[in-house]
């Protein structure tokens, strides 16, 4: 899977005021799939369907399934379009978890509390922080975007996810 180069100029100039699909990363920002599959995610991600009307469509450079494995799904190097305001500089990791009707913060505590994913989330998180130099008051949740010194959108656009809260990030965070 790639993220569609080909609409991203448009998107890019939009939203951030650059023509560039590149991505220099200096946040990472976590999610939860909703799903319970990571090929439930992949499958999402892959059929690129509009978002609020626009292309591209979702995506995130990883998926982490509940045993633990990543799975990369964009180069690193590449916008993604995880986290409104912040995908010009922001790398998305997606956790497999849903909700099964319950809060954000129930999912986010499965998720904490299943050690191999945990464990894995922590290490992917450290790795990426080591390559890119992304301090840990970078690494946010998606609930916490709209707060984030580096979020801009010129079209006005704000995230309305509730997954990962902070008090939830500040446990992932301790972890880091």
Known sequence: ?????????????????????????????????????????????????????????TCAHFVLDQSGVAHQLVPLDLMCRHTIGLNHVAIGIEVVQATHGNSSSWAEQQILGRPAQAQ?????????????????????GHAEANRHRLFTDLLGWRNDHTDWSMASMTTLRSRL
């Open 1 to 57: 899977m790639t993220s569609d180069a080909v609409k991203w100029p448009d998107y890019a100039r939009r939203h951030y005021g650059s023509t560039s699909a590149t991505l220099a990363p200096r946040v990472i920002v976590v999610h939860f799939t909703e799903s319970d599959t990571w090929q439930s995610a992949y499958s999402t991600f892959s059929q690129n369907v509009a978002n609020r009307g626009e292309f591209p469509g």
């Open 120 to 140: 894995a989330l922590v290490a992917l998180i450290r790795q990426l922080q080591g390559r890119y130099g992304i301090a840990t008051t970078d690494v946010i």
